[in-house]
């Protein structure tokens, strides 16, 4: 373990193991339980492996705008390789309860998952933007972490990866469903943060700002709105059902043709005014979008 600068770096599921005090089974895969006996100190630590943890807080009704959903107090947070995970106990708190499925990418070579996992986005969300369950899905998710538990514990053989792989790869379906539940259920919320975007996304084109910091981002937006690109992204398809990206892009379209009616404007001050560096890489972008260049779009327009 490297304590670098406080952050506990674990770049493989023993190492992580034992930093608390839990047993290998398998080098690359494992279940882990928190509870009381476990030593949980205050800590950061970098993981070199996925981790999905179903975590018990305490319980609570949640308010999604004007509805009340009554859920248990059950969350699942997950993290990416790379990604830095900050443990900070509460004094005089509970320990902090949970159940981890942790599985190294290496597990995942020359397996349909291992294909499939840049799918599961919400590895990449915030803590906050976590997975509220209700007691039926958690039941489901737990059941899943169980049948990984018993196929660890039997004797390796030929089906061993086969099958844990494919326990894995349901579990993370059934968080897909769950959150596709969630954006749902936080419609009015989801609502407010598209608004937000919209207006967002017309004063950066309409104002200087795109001459000044260049093409809009996705990024840009969901730091904005205060979550992750990934998050982000999977509310405005979820609402629109286009990505964030091609709603940017359709947007500066929009803008891009709105200023070309006006004979005024240069093809090099349209791109200037949309964040474009060169001109050519406008024209290419335009005419992807269009089927036509912006001069050819001009002529079209004029012309009839």
């Known amino acids: 373990m490297d304590h670098t600068a406080d952050i506990v770096k674990a770049d493989t599921i023993e190492q992580y193991n034992r930093f608390f005090g839990f047993e290998t089974r398998h080098p690359l895969v494992g279940i882990v339980h928190f509870d009381g ?4 100190p205050t800590h950061r630590m970098t993981l070199g492996f996925y981790a999905l943890f179903l975590k ?19 969350t699942v947070v997950s993290f990416a390789p790379g990604q830095t995970v900050g443990i900070h106990r509460l004094e005089d708190g509970p320990a902090p309860e949970a159940i ?52 660890l514990q039997h004797p390796i053989d030929k089906f061993s990866k086969s099958l844990i792989v494919s326990n894995i790869e349901v579990l993370l379906n059934y968080c897909m469903r769950f959150y596709e539940r969630q954006f749902i259920t936080r419609e009015d919320m989801n609502h407010d943060a598209l608004a937000r975007f919209e207006r967002l996304l017309d004063d950066y084109l309409y104002s200087d700002t795109a001459a000044k910091e260049g093409i809009p981002t996705v990024k840009y937006f969901a730091d904005k709105i205060c979550l992750s690109p990934n998050y982000f992204g999977d509310l405005v398809k979820q609402e629109t059902g286009k990505t964030a990206q091609e709603y940017i892009q359709l947007k500066m379209i929009a803008v891009a043709k709105e200023r070309m009616l006006d004979p005024a404007g240069t093809i090099k001050q349209i791109a200037e005014s949309l964040g474009f560096q060169h001109p050519q890489h406008f024209v290419r972008f335009f005419k992807r979008q269009e089927g036509c260049t912006p001069k050819e779009f001009r002529n079209r327009v004029t012309a009839s």
């Open 37 to 40: 006996s476990v030593p949980q």
């Open 100 to 151: 981890g499925l942790l599985f190294h990418p290496d597990f995942l070579h020359r397996t349909s998952l291992g294909q499939k996992m840049k799918q599961y986005s919400f590895f990449s969300y915030a803590s906050n933007e976590a997975l509220h369950l209700s007691t039926e899905e958690r039941i489901i998710l737990q059941d899943y972490m169980e049948k990984i538990v018993r196929e």
């Open 56 to 74: 018990k807080t305490t319980g609570c009704i949640i308010n999604y705008g004007k509805t009340v959903y009554d859920f248990d107090d059950e």
